[in-house]
């Protein structure tokens, strides 16, 4: 079965630094662009950036440029999302998201179940 | 960036009715627009690309329309498991790809 599994949900405190992960199964992931996509409590969906796991190469959102890190290592099928020193507004649902093909990498055909980042003092 | 704008907001509609939901694009995105369904605690579910093609194993009752900026998701006899958000999102220009805020299908 073609999936991406994400981990599990996080508490942290501002200031606290984490990495959170997407593995892939049942697909060759260094072939498919994996992307992150942001809910906020009770919004919509926000495309945060994406990884080509073949090379590393990453694309950023404006918005999120400087903010997070999107990193890969092709050698396990993960991809990650990491925050050096989170604050509240972190708080959210953080999915990835695989892109359909090459010929259309905006397309996000498979997508993890998400991963809760709670940010509270 | 790109912004969509769906309307409506909220769109309550009795089972086996049609639904129609609407996407406006802040300049062309060609044929590049993509239809998600969401439904809470759930993964985001592709339905739609390119404008009007069927995702592999979505229901014929889905349908994907238009071009340019203006943009229209049918479900043609809604079922009680369509009721959900759906989210558009354009392609056509990154970064940033964009979704727009949501339209959420309640049962009426």
């Known amino acids: 079965e073609v999936q991406l599994v994400q981990s599990g949900a996080e508490v942290k405190k501002p200031g606290e630094s984490l990495r959170i992960s997407c593995k892939g199964s049942?697909?060759?992931?260094?072939?498919?662009?994996i992307n992150w996509v942001r809910q906020m409590p009770g919004k919509g969906l926000e495309w945060m950036g994406r990884?080509?796991?073949?090379?590393?190469?990453?694309n950023y959102s404006p918005s999120f440029q400087g903010h997070v890190t999107i990193s890969a290592d092709k050698s396990i099928s993960t991809a990650y999302l990491q925050w050096s020193s989170l604050k509240a507004p972190d708080t959210a649902i953080y999915y990835c998201?695989?892109?359909?093909?090459?010929?259309?990498?905006?397309?996000?055909?498979?997508w993890g179940l998400g991963t809760l980042v709670t940010v509270s003092s | 960036e790109i912004v969509l704008t769906q309307f409506p907001a909220t769109l309550s509609v009795s089972p086996g009715e049609r639904a129609t939901l609407s996407c406006r694009a802040s300049?062309?995105?060609?044929?590049?627009l993509a239809w998600y369904q969401h439904k809470p605690g759930q993964a985001p579910r592709l339905l739609t690309y390119?404008?009007?093609t069927r995702a592999t194993g979505i229901p014929a009752r889905f349908s994907g329309s238009g071009s340019g900026t203006e943009f229209t998701l049918t479900i043609s006899s809604l079922q009680s498991e369509d009721f959900a958000v759906y989210y558009c999102q354009q392609y056509y220009n990154w970064p940033p790809w964009t979704f727009g805020q949501g339209t959420k299908v309640e049962i009426k």
């Open positions: 300049q062309s995105v060609g044929s590049s």
């Open positions: 049942g697909f060759a992931f260094h072939n498919y662009w």
């Open positions: 390119g404008a009007s």
């Open positions: 998201a695989r892109s359909l093909i090459a010929a259309n990498p905006g397309v996000f055909d498979i």
């Open positions: 990884i080509d796991p073949s090379d590393s190469y990453v």
